[in-house]
């Protein structure tokens, strides 16, 4: 995916050092909680949407992640965190040059950057609505995030405008009770995170949460991050000594989850947690 290439010269950023301390350490650290069955549904009805025909798109190109705002020192440990735990995850990434499809922006103020968008790089909200621009802008979360997506054939084929304006798909795949025609797809993400939130954030906690959030389906009105997830760590609240110092277990059992699972799939989120619990009975007990 291209269309996030140049948004670094579609909005102005400033070099200064975000207040986040550094952290190089290469082996990936998880925390975990004991009981796996309540904190599963805690994740699952928090994360994503609880419908029973919900279909959760995610990345079908390889990953390339890019980080605009950063110190060099800085952004080199972010987005070599990220590679790190999105290949732990099972996450197919781009490797060498590649046109950025996950990009986390570090700005004094996220709602200049997003009205910038709004005014002249509209092809970056695609599909976001514009009530839901109106509250990222006003949000005082110092966090606005959001995913470009659309929908294709259970085959993978596009869907089709005709002469009226109208999508149609036109596939050879049969509808069934347990499977869709569509899926979603996600075409690339965007975290925007202000400086005032950085504080005594860690470069893991920060590569962690980007990646989460930016693989994560995106809900029209998101609901508090659970305790269990790294997305909590901008919780109204929360501390960033109190919040994860990385992605949980259960971050990556849903992650891994997510994408082993197939999103023409009619009761996908319930396959996702079976897996996530799997997943999670692999965990040493020690550690959940």
């Known amino acids: 995916m291209s269309f996030l290439l140049m948004l670094a010269a579609a909005v102005s950023v400033t070099t200064a050092p975000p207040q ?28 994503i949407p609880p419908a029973f025909d919900a279909q959760l798109g995610r990345f079908e190109d390889r990953l390339c992640p890019s980080t605009i705002g950063l110190p060099a ?27 950025p499809n996950l990009l986390l922006i570090v700005v004094d103020d996220k709602k200049a950057v997003i009205e910038g968008m709004r005014r002249e790089k509209q092809a970056y909200l695609y599909g976001i609505g514009r009530d839901r621009v109106k509250r990222l802008e006003s949000s005082t979360s110092p966090v606005a995030a959001w995913q470009i997506s659309d929908v ?9 405008r005709d002469g009226d304006g109208f999508p149609r798909l036109y596939t050879t795949t049969s509808p069934s009770r347990l499977r869709t025609t569509t899926r979603g797809r996600l075409l690339g993400a965007v975290i925007i995170i202000e400086r005032r939130g950085l504080v005594d954030v860690t470069t893991r906690q920060l590569a962690d949460f980007a990646l989460v959030r930016a693989l994560t389906p995106s809900q029209i009105k998101e609901k508090e991050a659970p305790s269990s997830s790294v997305m909590s760590l901008f919780n109204p609240g929360v501390r960033p000594d109190d919040a994860p110092q990385s992605l949980t277990w259960w971050d990556l059992a849903f992650l891994k989850a997510l994408f082993d699972t197939r999103g023409d799939v009619m009761a996908q989120r319930t396959e996702i947690r079976d897996k996530m619990v799997r997943e999670m009975a692999r965990v040493p007990p020690e550690q959940r």
């Open 73 to 99: 020192t800085l952004k080199r440990e972010v987005m070599n965190r990220v590679r790190q735990v999105a290949s732990a995850a099972r996450v197919p990434m781009a490797g060498g040059q590649c046109s």
């Open 152 to 160: 294709i054939g259970a085959d993978g084929v596009p869907l089709r």
């Open 20 to 47: 986040t301390s550094g952290d190089s350490a290469q082996t990936i650290v998880v925390e975990g909680i004991r009981d796996r069955r309540k904190p599963a549904n805690d994740y699952l009805d928090k994360v």
